[in-house]
């Protein structure tokens, strides 16, 4: 299965948390057999900082510190066309 043609569909809901959280984001991936939703991306920003995005992740304490653990492995092409979705998002929201 090609990268290129999976569709990739963002409902994304800014919200007011604790920062640096900025917004929550379904992605749906759109394959010609059916489509996955991932659920709870996150858009993150600190004040005059650009926006970074993250897939689903689990937050886990390791030898006292916490850390992150990933929920879902996609290609590496695949997981920069859903960042740069989501962030396209987010800042067209912001912009409204």
């Given at each position: 299965?090609?990268?290129?043609?999976?569709?990739?569909?963002?409902?994304?809901?800014?919200?007011?948390?604790?920062?640096?959280?900025?917004?929550?984001?379904?992605?749906?991936?759109?394959?010609?057999?059916?489509e996955?939703?991932?659920?709870?991306c996150a858009?993150f920003?600190?004040?005059?900082?650009p926006a970074?995005?993250?897939l689903?992740?689990?937050?886990?304490?390791?030898n006292?510190?916490?850390?992150f653990?990933?929920?879902?492995?996609?290609?590496?092409?695949?997981?920069?066309?859903?960042?740069?979705?989501l962030l396209a998002?987010y800042?067209?929201?912001s912009?409204?």
């Amino acid at each position: 299965m090609s990268d290129w043609k999976t569709e990739v569909k963002i409902d994304l809901s800014k919200i007011d948390a604790k920062p640096p959280l900025r917004a929550l984001a379904d992605v749906t991936l759109r394959f010609t057999e059916g489509e996955v939703t991932l659920r709870r991306c996150a858009v993150f920003q600190k004040a005059g900082e650009p926006a970074w995005a993250t897939l689903p992740r689990l937050p886990i304490e390791k030898n006292g510190k916490k850390q992150f653990v990933p929920l879902i492995d996609i290609s590496r092409e695949l997981k920069k066309r859903v960042v740069n979705a989501l962030l396209a998002e987010y800042r067209r929201k912001s912009d409204e």
